[in-house]
């Protein structure tokens, strides 16, 4: 029997107000082209497993609804045969940016699958609109797809299932009671600040987006060298730091140096400051109590946020402790669940912010710089039987300017990271993103070599791509 109706929490809600808000995991699988019967049952499995992929929305009460005897039909799976598997990219950017039926008949979500037989490889693209599931859900449908698909050739059926039980919304799962009077100072501040944050945001001058044109989001890829990310984590397990403060701060240096302002005054003085706010999203599977693990498909994730300064003088590791240090105290705080009250009450306040409602005109409707989003490294072993997942990246549409004027993706696989860069074309927005996305991407490839006098300095002063390591 279905559940009953579950209210979207602030999060879903939010998301399903921009129906082309939709989210692709691509990932590349070797081993021989899959069958197309195999990837249809193993698709109709995933579906019974997880009851987001089974419930459309109501849109009088804003509510999931679980489908009793839901079977997916012919427009949730699709095999499609190409003669070079590069080709998923177009396709992916078609499907991202097609707008969702939000309230049909059927739930908001389709699988690819783009076959090579020239190449012997394939490219899964799972498609979901956000509301109903986040990044880390693309890894967990990834795993569930490939793992029927295993069975289904080496046991002639899928095996079984395992329903998992429908969860509530993040907010009601991360502040089962609410915002009480012993948290209440805490988000209050956190209110404070964001409120702050929205009505005072200029775009910075390291990333001078331009008018948009359209609502076409396109995307940039790039593939980090094979073994870096083992490179990286020994020098991180050495200082007592993370991968994940890695990734931030090489971001600040990549604006900075687009800073061309700021990049003329740190060679006069040193001590120049530059300042970058963005926001990151933060899984809350493991943050949770009870812990959820890595099985359940949802939109399962809070914020945190960065406002950080950094200047010439500035070390890159001692950056990114610092940066680890804002990580902790602001998880250790609890921001990132009191993220879902905050956000509430400002969309309830923020009608009547003249500074903000003269902000988002001023900029084109924007009101952040970025979103960056850092997924990890796959949750499960990346084989599958004769099927091995290469690569995998994550791609989107109907994000940007709504959630930032770009959006940064890393995800990991084998010991290297897939980077995605996401942003609306428009007037010189596709020169500011190629610039941006080669510099970040270059410096977290190079940082594992950095040592530890390499400051921000050193990074403007070099030329290029990679910076020099000495």
């Not at 956000?130 to 797809?145: A, K, L, P, R």
């Not at 991180?236 to 990049?263: E, H, N, P, S």
Request: charge should be negative; proline fraction near 4%.
């Amino acid at each position: 029997m279905a559940s009953p109706p579950r209210k979207m929490g602030w999060l879903e809600n939010f998301m399903h107000t921009v129906p082309k808000c939709n989210v692709i995991v691509a990932g590349q699988i070797d081993g021989g082209v899959i069958d197309a019967q195999h990837f249809e049952k193993a698709v109709v499995a995933t579906a019974a497993r997880h009851p987001q992929l089974r419930s459309i929305i109501d849109e009088k009460t804003t509510s999931f609804v679980e489908q009793d005897q839901f079977v997916p039909g012919k427009e949730h799976f699709e095999v499609i045969d190409v003669s070079a598997l590069e080709e998923w990219k177009s396709i992916a950017d078609k499907e991202s940016n097609l707008a969702a039926d939000m309230y049909g008949k059927v739930p908001l979500w389709k699988f690819i699958l783009v076959r090579s037989s020239a190449e012997g490889s394939n490219m899964l693209l799972i498609k979901f609109h956000h509301c109903i599931g986040d990044g880390s859900s693309g890894y967990i449908m990834t795993n569930d797809v490939l793992t029927f698909c295993q069975r289904l050739i080496e046991n002639g059926d899928v095996g079984d299932i395992n329903p998992l039980p429908r969860k509530d919304s993040a907010d009601k799962m991360a502040l089962p009671g609410g915002i009480t009077e012993a948290v209440k100072p805490a988000a209050d501040k956190l209110y404070a600040d964001f409120t702050k944050r929205r009505c005072e945001w200029t775009p910075s001058t390291g990333l001078p987006f331009g008018k948009v044109n359209g609502e076409h989001n396109a995307t940039l890829y790039r593939d980090g060298a094979e073994g870096s990310t083992d490179e990286l984590l020994k020098v991180c397990r050495q200082k007592k730091l993370t991968i994940g403060a890695v990734l931030v701060a090489g971001t600040y240096f990549a604006v900075a140096k687009m800073d061309k302002g700021f990049c003329e005054k740190v060679k006069a003085d040193p001590k120049t400051k530059f300042s970058f706010d963005f926001d990151m999203d933060v899984n809350l599977r493991k943050r949770l109590e009870p812990i959820l693990g890595n099985e359940h498909v949802g939109t399962i994730i809070g914020m945190m946020s960065f406002s950080l300064s950094i200047s010439g003088e500035t070390k890159f590791w001692d950056f990114v402790a610092e940066v680890r240090t804002a990580m902790n105290d602001f998880l250790e705080a609890n921001y990132h669940c009191y993220y879902f009250d905050v956000n509430e009450r400002f969309d309830a306040a923020c009608e009547s912010m003249p500074a903000f409602q003269d902000n988002v005109k001023k900029n084109d409707g924007r009101v952040q710089d970025m979103n960056f989003s850092s997924f990890g490294n796959y949750f499960f072993k990346p084989d599958y039987g004769k099927y091995a997942l290469k690569r995998m990246y994550c791609t989107g549409g109907g994000w940007c300017p709504t959630f930032g004027a770009c959006v940064f993706l890393i995800l990991g696989l084998r010991s290297r990271n897939f980077y995605t860069f996401v942003y609306a074309p428009g007037d010189g927005n596709e020169a500011v993103a190629e610039e941006f996305f080669g510099k970040a991407c270059d410096i977290i490839e190079i940082s594992h070599t950095l040592n530890d006098a390499y400051s921000l300095n050193d990074w403007v002063s070099a030329a290029g791509g990679y910076p020099s390591a000495s």
